[in-house]
């Protein structure tokens, strides 16, 4: 239950087509809800403007279609992350509408009208191989209908395919970084703008690269000062952010 439908709901029992009965009975599973092997959140879309998700590793394919199921069932947008086509077969028996976002490894389901799309939010990878990760902060990003545009493939290896798409960059409200290997990118990108990047490492690179920890180093120790940096292939946080920031700083797009 949202902030509007719970508004609604006091509505309803104010006019008298709610009786208090039914709506203490609704209210009742707001905090939370318990499973055998999960507390289900559902207050947070009032605290946090967006519903649990469903990070799926290390979640059977059972648990992760009860936990969806009841998640869908407070009428709220429904995002499950990390997770294979599987499991989306078995979600999408019970839920038609839901689409499964292949690149990054997610399934959706949007029940709720999206909101007028303001601002713009860049997401930059620094090569093809990081795409999983960056699509996971797309898609995280357009679920919280955010007006979302992509730059890919545009490494320090060869700077000059980012360079030709630096006023795109310098429009934009936030720009997400997404970088394996080395992780210079983000870097470079936070002395070309005036607006925050947030920087993601990815465990993308040979064995120097320590899975990400080299990316991540860099990124931390950044001289661009309006680089912040989230965890290791943590695409989901990267959108997440990305549109409270825009939400917060954002203007309606130029028609």
Do not use: W
């Not at 890919?152 to 798409?165: F, M």
């Not at 997400?176 to 990815?202: F, Q, Y």
């Not at 409270?244 to 700083?249: A, D, F, P």
């Amino acid at each position: 239950m949202d902030t509007k439908a719970l508004k609604q709901l006091l509505e309803n029992v104010k006019t008298g087509g709610t009786t208090v009965e039914t709506a203490l009975k609704k209210l009742r599973s707001l905090p939370f809800e318990s499973l055998e092997y999960a507390h289900l959140d559902h207050h947070r879309a009032i605290r946090c403007g967006m519903p649990e998700v469903i990070y799926c590793p290390g979640k059977t394919t059972e648990q992760i279609v009860e936990i969806f199921s009841r998640l869908a069932q407070q009428k709220n947008n429904v995002l499950a992350t990390r997770t294979d086509e599987k499991t989306y077969e078995e979600i999408h028996k019970r839920f038609p509408r839901s689409i499964f976002e292949k690149d990054a490894r997610a399934i959706v389901l949007r029940q709720e009208e999206p909101k007028e799309k303001v601002g713009r939010i860049v997401l930059v990878s620094a090569g093809t191989a990081d795409m999983p990760i960056a699509e996971e902060a797309r898609v995280t990003a357009e679920l919280l209908s955010q007006n979302v545009e992509t730059v890919y493939d545009v490494g320090v290896a060869g700077l000059h395919r980012l360079l030709s798409h630096c006023e795109q960059l310098q429009q934009a409200n936030v720009i997400i970084v997404v970088a394996g290997m080395e992780g210079a990118l983000a870097s470079v990108v936070g002395g070309l703008v005036a607006v925050p990047v947030i920087a993601v490492p990815t465990s993308v690179g040979y064995g120097t690269s320590f899975a990400g920890v080299a990316p991540l180093l860099t990124m931390l120790n950044s001289c661009a000062a309006g680089v912040c940096v989230v965890n290791i292939d943590n695409g989901f946080a990267a959108g997440y952010i990305a549109s409270i920031i825009n939400g917060q700083t954002s203007k309606p797009l130029d028609k």
